[in-house]
């Protein structure tokens, strides 16, 4: 589509407004609302994947060796994983450092 | 057209008499129209139900206020409610009483045409109740044969179904025993 | 021929209800709609009508089951009255942006306050602008035929658009009256199968009713508001096909007794055919007047009501419901919108009457007539309005 959402007319819309795209929330950049981001001490990571478990945005993936890391394409840095990390592995930090 | 005003108490089935005399008109092909007068349903509470019948479809839409016949489906309501009011010069007023026209129209200082009828007493020895709307329809087609009275026994047969002989019975029985005093 | 049938009319509602063949009927009991899905529910009890009945717990889940059953491509029927209509209002909105053709009946009921379980036009009036097809029935025939009219337009894929059948509370639902019923045959002709643009169906999702955000609600509104103004086409076509298969021919706008007529009375609803007794008896009396009966009332009938009006000098206008603080009722408040730039201007009197069931007879219009011609002779352009037979006004 060349168009983006913003440039459509009203004979362009689907009947209803229906999105009829399915699954293209993936397209949803929502790692532009964070100010501070989890970055994982990999000394403490005891791999449980709470974390995983725990984030909102399922922006958490495991990795090859079996950590695991989030995708700032989609992580807000909520701080949910820090909170609930069982052996305070995760650190959030500011995006400015 | 003719305008029929029926008046009766909540449960003792005046709006089904309306309802099977416009069905006997419509089914002779004619136009018929019956409604209630409108609102809550109060079992015992003096109520009144409309009849229009014509040959030609039928437009207004209000109620009557000037019956060419008045039906009472119960004595205690010509006390109660000024069941004549408005009836035309000509009209009838046709009730179920035990007393004769001439008492009642004394009684009541009517000087309209009655008919009466003992459709409780008729009603009880039918039905076994003292439900009138059935046997009364008897008597107003006595006073006044706008439909054959043939034409009611379909519509009476579709709504009473296992009781619709007792009923029918009791419709002949009121159409015999009807005096007109006039 | 179908069959002509002596019925209360909320029955034969319900049966072209069953003729129309609809999937789900989600309601609530409310006076005076009672009667309507009363049937059905013995409809499909007994079954004679292969559907689902759903005895929701409120008007909001009747709207929103029906808005469900829309949605996966079923054809849904839903009924209320009043303060039924206020509590499912947040729905009705929605179901109009989802162009899910939901057909509803209205048993038209005051709103209280005070209490009042009577006919007039607000509950309708309240939801003028949800983005509905709105049409009102004059008698019981109309309302079995505008129910199958009503699936034709609101399933047509130009429309896509919910419709309410407006019938006056009591007046017509409770009224045994006879109605031609329709064949088999006849509906098969008339009524295709409901082929939806869009379905919700795990095999091709798609996400109806999402987010508009500022830089496309606009758009969005747009895209609903035209089909609906569009939609008139498909309803005038429709109506022309209904006459062409069962005889009886509608028009968005019906007119009587037009010949030179100098004033004209408009109305809505069931009133429109004792107003035409009306018609007569004062045509008799020597007056010039006649009558529009607006069927249509959303998308409305501009260029049909200028045209019917292009010759008459004076209109009464008969609404049955109040615009508190407004120009009168909504109907006026329409007419005077739509006649602003007419070529012709007609003085446009306003009668408000018949609220809350109020009775109101051929000698009740007539005085209207009268006073009408004596308001417009005293203070022609006055563009005030009248509550009739209020006491101490």
């Known amino acids: 589509m060349s168009k983006t959402r913003q440039d459509l007319t009203w004979q362009e819309l689907e009947i209803g407004a229906t999105i009829i795209t399915p699954g293209n929330s993936d397209e949803y950049k929502s790692g532009d609302w964070r100010s501070i981001r989890p970055v994982v001490d990999k000394k403490k990571c005891i791999k449980c994947g709470t974390c995983y478990i725990f984030c909102p945005d399922a922006a958490i993936y495991e990795t090859e060796d079996g950590f695991f890391e989030a995708d700032m394409f989609y992580c807000k840095g909520c701080g949910i994983c820090a909170q609930e990390c069982p052996t305070q592995a995760i650190e959030m930090v500011e995006e400015e450092e | 057209m003719l305008e029929i005003r029926l008046h009766g108490r909540g449960g003792q089935g005046a709006v089904t008499s309306a309802e099977l005399l416009a069905l006997s008109a419509i089914n002779e092909g004619k136009y018929g129209q019956a409604f209630p007068s409108f609102g809550p349903e109060r079992r015992g509470a003096p ?36 069941v004549t009011a408005g009836l035309k010069d000509d009209g009838i007023l046709i009730t179920n009483t035990k007393y004769t026209a001439d008492e009642i129209g004394k009684e009541l200082g009517l000087k309209c045409k009655i008919a009466v009828v003992n459709a409780t007493r008729i009603a009880r020895e039918e039905l076994g109740l003292p439900i009138t709307n059935t046997t009364m329809l008897g008597a107003l087609l006595k006073a006044r044969a706008f439909v054959d009275p043939e034409s009611l026994i379909g519509p009476l047969k579709d709504r009473f179904g296992r009781i619709a002989e007792k009923n029918i019975k009791a419709f002949k029985r009121a159409f015999e025993e009807t005096q007109l005093a006039f | 021929m179908g069959k002509r ?30 009667h309507i899905v009363e049937h059905l529910s013995e409809l499909v009890n007994n079954g004679e009508l292969d559907a689902e009945f759903i005895p929701v717990e409120s008007e909001h889940s009747a709207m929103s089951v029906s808005a469900g059953v829309s949605a996966v491509g079923a054809r849904a029927f839903t009924c209320t009255s009043s303060q039924g209509l206020s509590l499912m209002n947040e729905i ?115 996400t109806m009713g999402g987010v508009g955000m500022p830089y496309v609600f606009s758009e969005a509104k747009v895209a609903q508001d035209e089909p609906l103004i569009q939609s008139k086409a498909e309803i005038i076509t429709a109506w022309k096909e209904l006459g062409d298969v069962v005889g009886r021919y509608y028009k968005p706008v019906e007119t009587y007794r037009m010949e030179d007529a100098e004033t004209l009375f408009v109305t809505q609803g069931s009133f429109g055919e004792t107003v035409s007794l009306v018609v007569d008896a004062l045509r008799n009396e020597g007056e010039s007047v006649g009558l529009v009966m607006d069927r249509l009332w959303r998308p409305f009938p501009f260029d049909e009501f200028r045209e019917a009006t292009s010759q008459a000098k004076n209109l009464i206008v008969i609404d049955r419901a109040i615009s508190y603080g407004g120009q009168g009722g909504p109907l006026a408040i329409d007419i005077r919108s739509a006649l602003y730039k007419g070529e012709n201007q007609p003085n446009i009197t306003n009668f408000i009457c018949g609220l809350a069931g109020r009775d109101v007879t051929i000698n009740d219009f007539k005085n209207i007539y009268h006073r009408a011609m004596e308001k417009i002779k005293e203070n022609p352009m006055e563009e005030d309005f009248e509550y009739y037979g209020v006491r101490g006004k």
Not at chain 3, 100 to 124: C, F, K, Y
């Open chain 2, 47 to 82: 109520v009144v139900a409309f009849c229009r019948v014509d040959d030609k479809q039928i437009k207004i839409r209000s109620e009557i206020n000037n019956p060419d016949l008045v039906l009472v489906l119960d004595p205690s309501i010509l006390r109660i409610v000024n």
């Open chain 3, 92 to 206: 009705v909105h929605i179901v109009a942006s989802m162009r899910l053709p939901i057909v509803m009946i209205l048993a038209n009921r005051s709103m209280s306050g005070p209490i009042s379980i009577w006919n007039d036009h607000t509950d309708v009036m309240s939801i003028r602008d949800c983005g509905w097809i709105q049409v009102f029935a004059n008698n019981g025939q109309e309302v079995f035929d505008n129910v199958l009219f009503a699936y034709r337009v609101a399933e047509s894929q130009k429309v896509m658009l919910p419709l309410i059948i407006n019938i006056d509370g009591f007046i017509l639902t409770h009224v045994i009256e006879p109605v031609e019923f329709w064949e088999k045959e006849q509906v098969k002709q008339y009524l295709p199968d409901f082929k939806p643009v869009y379905t919700m169906h795990p095999d091709r999702p798609v």
């Open chain 3, 5 to 34: 049938i002596g019925l209360e009319v909320s029955l034969s509602a319900a049966e072209a209800v069953k003729m129309a063949n609809v999937d789900c009927i989600a309601a609530y009991p409310i006076t005076p709609q009672t």
